[in-house]
């Protein structure tokens, strides 16, 4: 009886330490530069952090407290920094820095939580490399971002539960940051992908019963894009191909609110506005063929009800203002397309019916204006 006791005793003392594993694997190789410093504090069950530096003056800190917790680094080059602070359960983190000058942040609190953060930079000793942060607070949130050329810079902010982000920027100063919070039954969902000189993303995504969806995708230089959603299942892409487009789009407690804009050559601009209901926006701008800029500018307005608009310009100057106002049962539609240079259209729908219209302008300098009422009945 006595030997069976001890034989468990030693079972349950093997069980405890076999769950509570930490391991922690240091790699560093100096330089002409100076040496490597790794900084590594481990707490609770299962944590693994492995840590590989080659080159000179590399810096890696690594706090760990929690369940299943696992880190990896790889800094090669010089002058990297490398921050992971995990707190919670299930969680894991990976840095792969390889160049030079390189800064990175990592905080995930939690569960489920996983971060991917790979640099790339090509910097000399004056130049700064590329500089990321994430923070994770919450629940089955997941972020990875990859950046390629020099002082690039991505912040991306989750906290609440059920969000995903993937930030990829290649080029030289391209800034992108991603807002996700909310509660309730929500999932936030962005991704955005950047290439070239100067461009900037901001993405703002909020919860209460929100499926959230936003991809941006801007190639050239000094294109700038701002997307914010709040409240309901919004639906955002944008995608810019150029010089120094702007895209503007702010959605609100819809129950289906959807955008598309497109914008391609130089100096366009589009703003959409989208707030409670079943709105329907597509725009596509198109200036490549001018040598000295495109300068589209569209805005669209969509409030309740189900609105539909469709803005499609190509050439030069052509400017365009949609409003569309309705309730619950109206469904207003819009077609404009324009054509050439100097074009102009202003539309203004609303009412307690349906509204339709539909502008083709082709040429030089031609206007179009028009305010539709439906389900209007005026007193004598």
């Avoid at 461009?199 to 995504?205: D, K, L, P």
Wanted: aromatic fraction near 12%; glycine fraction near 12%.
């Amino acid at each position: 009886m006595i030997k069976k006791v001890a034989l468990c005793a030693a079972a349950l003392v093997f069980g405890s330490v076999a769950f509570a594993q930490n391991t922690n694997i240091v790699n560093q190789t100096g330089g002409f530069f100076g040496g490597n410093d790794a900084d590594v504090w481990q707490s609770g069950t299962n944590n693994l952090s492995e840590v590989d530096q080659f080159g000179s003056s590399n810096l890696t800190n690594i706090d760990q407290v929690g369940t299943w917790l696992y880190s990896d680094m790889d800094q090669d080059g010089f002058g990297n920094d490398a921050d992971v602070l995990q707190t919670g359960r299930n969680q894991y983190s990976d840095v792969d820095q390889i160049g030079n000058n390189n800064l990175s942040d990592t905080y995930q609190k939690g569960r489920g939580n996983e971060s991917q953060i790979t640099q790339v930079s090509t910097a000399w000793f004056w130049e700064d490399g590329n500089e990321a942060e994430t923070d994770q607070d919450g629940r089955d949130l997941y972020s990875d971002v990859y950046q390629n050329g020099t002082e690039n810079y991505s912040l991306v902010n989750q906290s609440g539960r059920d969000h995903d982000s993937k930030v990829v920027s290649i080029g030289h100063k391209n800034s992108s940051t991603v807002n996700q919070s909310g509660d309730f039954f929500i999932y936030n969902n962005s991704d955005v992908y950047q290439r070239g000189r100067y461009n900037t993303s901001e993405v703002n995504q909020g919860g209460f019963l929100a499926l959230n969806l936003s991809d941006v995708d801007q190639i050239g230089r000094g294109n700038g894009s701002v997307v914010n959603q709040h409240f309901g299942a919004n639906f955002s892409t944008v995608m810019q191909d150029g010089n120094y487009n702007m895209s503007d789009v702010e959605q609100t407690a819809g129950l289906d609110n959807e955008s598309l804009v497109q914008q391609y050559g130089a100096g366009n601009s589009s703003t959409v506005i989208q707030d409670i209901g079943n709105n329907d926006s597509y725009v596509f701008q198109d200036g490549t063929g001018s040598s000295y800029g495109s300068g589209n500018t569209s805005t669209v307005e969509q409030y309740y009800g189900n609105n539909e608009s469709a803005v499609i310009q190509i050439g030069q100057y052509n400017t365009n203002h949609v409003i569309q106002e309705g309730g619950l049962f109206v469904s207003n539609y819009s077609w404009i397309y324009q054509d050439g240079y100097g074009n102009s259209n202003y539309l203004h729908q609303s009412g307690v019916g349906s509204n339709s219209n539909i502008v083709n302008q082709i040429g030089f300098g031609n206007s179009a204006s028009a305010t539709q009422v439906s389900g209007a009945y005026v007193f004598p």
